[in-house]
């Protein structure tokens, strides 16, 4: 079975504080890993990838994730976030086919002034 | 921006009526995908496509749902007869390839059905 788990739904952290947002999955064969960003009402938007070599990989706005084989993990990372960072993010797994991206179940990160 | 446009952004409908969207690919991206997004945040894919052919469906598309990717013309994504389960952000997403590359999300169509 391939599936993909956020085990935490709702994070809260303060302005400046660093974070990790994680993802977990269960998938064979070659794979993607990406990580999306949700604000409210609106469509989804590309952060990273991963697919091979480097397992550390840098995203847009200062976020990175990486990429785990051991323990089948793509955690996302940001040192300092912002107030703006206030969003959902959706880790994302497909295969290296036509096979659709199948979607985490979210996590809502809250950033307090 | 988002180069992916979807049409309606909002649309109500009685159970049993027909409602449609439309999705516009972002240029040069021959694969596209429809998505349903219900309120918990959960992600059911529906169909995807390159160029005008089907690649994959769930069961439900083919049965009550109807979409097609015409060429030169917006692609679209039909419920023939809605229903209230059916109420949800419908996101359309395009990418360039075949492979598990980027997806790119247009803002979605929100459906409520009432």
């Known amino acids: 079975t391939q599936t993909v788990s956020q085990s935490d739904a709702h994070v809260t952290v303060f302005e400046g504080d660093s974070v990790e947002l994680r993802c977990n999955y269960s998938y064979g064969g070659s794979i993607y890993l990406s990580w999306y960003i949700q604000h409210h009402g609106h469509g989804l938007q590309f952060l990273l990838k991963?697919?091979?070599?480097?397992?550390v990989v840098q995203g847009v706005n200062g976020f990175e994730a990486e990429f785990s084989k051991s323990d089948s993990s793509f955690h996302l990372r940001k040192a300092s976030v912002h107030w703006s960072d206030s969003a959902v993010y959706f880790c994302a797994v497909s295969s290296n086919n036509n096979n659709a991206p199948r979607f985490g179940a979210g996590t809502k990160l809250s950033v307090k002034p | 921006n988002s180069k992916v446009i979807q049409t309606p952004r909002y649309l109500v409908k009685g159970q049993g009526q027909k409602a449609k969207m439309r999705c516009i690919p972002e240029?040069?991206?021959?694969?596209v995908f429809w998505y349903q997004q219900n309120k918990n945040n959960e992600f059911k894919f529906l169909i995807n496509?390159?160029?005008?052919?089907?690649?994959?469906q769930i069961d439900m598309t083919e049965k009550r749902f109807s979409a097609e990717c015409p060429s030169n013309s917006p692609c679209s994504l039909e419920i023939q007869s809605s229903e209230a389960g059916d109420s949800a952000l419908y996101l359309c997403?395009?990418?360039?390839?075949?492979?598990?590359?980027?997806?790119?999300f247009g803002e979605g169509s929100r459906l409520i059905v009432v």
């Open positions: 997403a395009s990418r360039r390839d075949s492979s598990g590359n980027t997806l790119y």
């Open positions: 991963y697919y091979s070599g480097n397992p």
């Open positions: 496509f390159q160029n005008q052919e089907v690649l994959q």
């Open positions: 240029k040069g991206h021959p694969v």
